[in-house]
Structures are given as C-alpha cells and as structure tokens.
C-alpha cells in the first residue's frame, strides 16, 4: 500500500540547514509527483514545494531562495534542503503524494538554539 | 501567486446542522482543457495528518461520507456539511493547484456545541 514517511533532525539550530528525507512505498517517484506542506504549531497550512514525476520542482516563492528539492529515485526517496533557519521555520514538515490523498505523519522540526 | 481567502475563521454548530464554508481564489481556477476546476479541500483533525475529501471543486474522495459536497467554479467555492457530527470536529483548508506555487487558505475551525 502507498505510505510516505518523514524524517530528519527534530532541532536545528538558528541560521543552519535543515535536512528532511521522505521515503516512499507503494508507488513510483516517476509516475508520481511529491510535495512538501509544513505546518508552524497551531497555525494553518503552508505548501513548501514539490518534485513533479520528471523530475523538475516548484518552489514556495517566499521559500525559493531557501530551498532545494530533489529526489533518488532508486531509494524511492525525496529530499528537502533549506538553509538559513529561523525560529519561524519551526514547523510540522509533511510530505504528501500528489493530488493530496496521501500524507506522511509529519515530522515536527523546532528552530532555536 | 495566487492568493485564497477562507471564510469563516471558525464556526460553531450543533450536531445535526449544516454547515457552510467558503473558499475565494484571486484569479479563476477553472483549466479550459479540462473543463475543471482546479480546488481541493482536506479535513485536518487534531493531531493528525490533513484528509483529502474534495478535489476537482466537486468530485468527494473515495470513503468520504457523502454528507460532505464541493461546489463552486471559477473563483468562488463552497464546502457543505449536511447533518454536522462530531466526528466532524477539525479545521478545513482549501488549496488551489490550478498554478504553481500551490496555495491554501488559512483554514476553518469547525467546533460542535
């Protein structure tokens, strides 16, 4: 069955990279698009960005000078690099399979040093 | 980008009720090619992943209860819940994905009395 998991570092200091990986099963990274969400604790959803089956990416504009998406395709795994955190990055971090009817667990990610 | 405007903030119904949230886009959603609409709403209860319940304005996900209905074209969109239960308690995000970046509305919490 299609699962999607998140992981990475639970704290990351200020002005660091965060790393996150999301491994998939169930499906392939090249009929499939994945995207990252994140969530800051309490507050609503914020689209981050996605690897499309081809493997070209969209970014979140706010985010684009930040981030980086990229996948391996033979670990059927996706990864995101942001760099230069601040305290508002401080999120629950999903990754989810394109159009959205599944998601990861989310993985809780808190900026501060 | 294009921006989503939700309302209300929150809501309080008691079971039984219906309940109505609203969804605007900054420009139309609607794919000539396709002749669909390109809107998704999700169900994000505490604690947990978002639910894919609408996508295509209109079209109920596989398993969702059919008390829930997408409406809407162009850039006004609607949820409904007929007959509220408290198994509905959560916060309602919708999300465009006509245009990259992909963008939600800040979402609604529904409460019942």
């Known amino acids: 069955q299609v699962q999607l998991k998140e992981s990475g570092p639970g704290l990351v200091q200020p002005s660091q990279t965060l790393s996150l990986t999301c491994t998939v099963s169930g499906f392939s990274l090249t009929s499939n698009s994945v995207h990252w969400v994140r969530q800051p604790p309490g507050k609503g959803l914020e689209w981050v960005g996605a690897?499309?089956?081809?493997?070209?990416?969209d970014y979140n504009s706010a985010l684009k000078s930040r981030l980086s998406i990229s996948r391996d395709t033979s670990k059927s795994q996706v990864f995101l690099k942001m760099n230069s955190l601040q305290t508002e990055d401080t999120a629950i971090y999903f990754c989810t399979r394109s159009p959205g009817s599944y998601w990861g667990q989310g993985t809780l990610v808190t900026v501060s040093s | 980008d294009i921006v989503m405007t939700q309302s209300p903030s929150s809501l309080a119904v008691s079971a039984g009720e219906t309940v109505t949230i609203n969804c605007k886009s900054s420009?139309?959603?609607?794919?000539?090619?396709?002749?669909?609409?390109?809107l998704a709403w999700y169900q994000q209860k505490p604690g947990q992943s978002p639910k894919l319940l609408i996508y295509?304005?209109?079209t109920r996900e596989s398993g969702v209860p059919d008390r829930f209905i997408g409406s809407g074209s162009g850039t006004d969109f609607t949820l409904t819940i007929s007959s509220v239960q408290a198994e509905d308690l959560a916060n309602y995000y919708c999300q465009q994905y006509y245009d990259t970046p992909l963008t939600f509305g800040s979402g609604t919490k529904l409460e019942i009395k």
């Open positions: 420009q139309s959603l609607f794919g000539s090619v396709r002749q669909k609409n390109y």
């Open positions: 295509l304005a209109s």
């Open positions: 690897i499309w089956s081809g493997g070209s990416t």
